[in-house]
């Protein structure tokens, strides 16, 4: 007899799963096998493999990596022109809300083992629990401004809470990269360790935290999810309206 885990984990090309006897779910972004991207397929996806994720009981901790030599770096869309329509522009802004908030009501803990650059979707890794990164990675926000899109899909809100309001205005407005150490010295991430040793690491987190009683290792990632969990759905309205208006303009022009 199938589980929901034998049939949702088969559903998601670009979304490889993966899971121990002892609860653990590895979860890796790929696009045929190498770095993820983000597609007309791959954006909505995610949405629904968290929403997947969260429902299934049995998972009792995530490890979220990718493939290849960077975490996310790149966009593919068939039709990018049809993003900047009323229509396209709605579908963006639904796959956006609900991407964060099925992240974000997965009730176990999650690890993220960066495994390489992220300059698209940074907050995905961010807003892990313990935010492993290989001394190969780095970080930019290459989608939104000074790629000519507000950051308005969370994004701010994340960087601001991981950098603070200053220093997050710096980093998206002038396309700032940060190394790896650069990262943990800011506090976006909580570790570096050598890329051949990246989930070995992550690994070695998530066994521990499988460990813990059931409604403790819950709970504490409600708890600690929750402030941001608010502001984010405070935030994340009024921003996708606006970048979303910024988004039809650029069909006018």
């Known amino acids: 007899m199938?589980?929901?885990?034998?049939?949702?984990?088969?559903?998601?090309?670009?979304?490889?799963?993966?899971?121990?006897?002892?609860?653990?779910?590895?979860?890796?972004?790929?696009?045929?096998?190498?770095p993820f991207l983000i597609t007309e397929?791959?954006?909505?996806?995610l949405s629904y493999a968290f929403e997947d994720i969260g429902a299934d009981r049995d998972n009792k901790v995530v490890i979220l990596t990718g493939a290849g030599e960077a975490f996310c770096t790149g966009a593919r869309f068939a039709d990018p022109a049809a993003l900047t329509t009323p229509q396209g522009v709605a579908t963006l802004d639904w796959e956006a809300r609900q991407l964060i908030t099925n992240y974000l009501n997965i009730e176990v803990p999650v690890v993220a083992a960066i495994n390489g650059p992220v300059t698209l979707h940074?907050?995905?890794?961010?807003?892990?629990?313990?935010?492993?990164?290989a001394d190969t990675a780095?970080?930019?926000?290459?989608?939104h401004f000074t790629g000519g899109l507000v950051p308005g899909d969370g994004i701010y809100t994340v960087w601001s809470a991981v950098?603070?309001?200053?220093?997050?205005?710096?980093?998206?407005?002038?396309?700032?990269?940060?190394?790896?150490?650069?990262?943990?010295?800011?506090?976006?991430?909580?570790?570096?360790?050598?890329?051949?040793?990246l989930l070995d690491r992550a690994w070695e987190h998530a066994n521990r935290l499988a460990q813990l009683p059931n409604l403790v290792r819950r709970y504490t990632?409600?708890?600690?999810?929750?402030?941001?969990?608010?502001?984010?759905?405070?935030?994340?309205?009024?921003?996708?309206?606006?970048?979303?208006?910024?988004?039809e303009s650029l069909a006018a022009n």
Not at 41 to 45: C, M, V
Not at 138 to 143: N, R, S
């Open 163 to 197: 950098l603070g309001p200053s220093r997050a205005k710096y980093f998206l407005l002038t396309g700032q990269t940060l190394s790896a150490a650069e990262a943990l010295q800011v506090g976006a991430v909580n570790e570096v360790v050598p890329r051949a040793a």
């Open 221 to 247: 990632r409600v708890i600690v999810t929750q402030r941001l969990k608010s502001q984010l759905q405070a935030d994340m309205g009024y921003g996708l309206a606006l970048e979303g208006l910024a988004l």
């Open 41 to 45: 397929r791959s954006h909505p996806d």
């Open 138 to 143: 780095t970080f930019q926000d290459g989608g």
């Open 122 to 133: 940074s907050d995905i890794p961010l807003l892990a629990d313990i935010v492993l990164a």
């Open 2 to 34: 199938n589980t929901p885990f034998d049939v949702y984990s088969q559903q998601y090309p670009n979304i490889r799963m993966e899971r121990s006897p002892e609860g653990v779910l590895l979860v890796t972004l790929h696009e045929e096998g190498g």
